[in-house]
């Protein structure tokens, strides 16, 4: 299953690097995003390497998730493409 990096989760005055809002591409609503809780997300960097992480909820009411990466992640994923497995 394939899904987009949104942006990062922000705060007021805070930017979560470890943090990710992931748009899935086959996902309207909430409660279809909520049974991907759990699942594991990878990220595949432009050299090569590749850094998973872990659902962790929903985000929003449109299908949005919420996903927490093992380490911190670079601005250039954003708007890049993620797989779900």
């Not at 609503?29 to 390497?49: C, F, L, N």
């Not at 250039?76 to 497995?85: E, I």
């Amino acid at each position: 299953m394939n899904a987009t990096i949104v942006n990062f989760r922000m705060g007021r005055h805070h930017q979560y690097d470890n943090q990710m809002i992931v748009k899935l591409d086959s996902t309207e609503s909430r409660e279809k995003a909520e049974k991907m809780i759990g699942k594991t997300v990878v990220w595949t960097s432009p050299a090569g390497k590749e850094i998973a992480g872990k659902v962790r909820s929903a985000h929003g009411n449109k299908g949005a998730l919420r996903v927490l990466f093992e380490t911190g992640m670079p601005g250039q994923a954003v708007g890049a493409k993620v797989s779900l497995k």
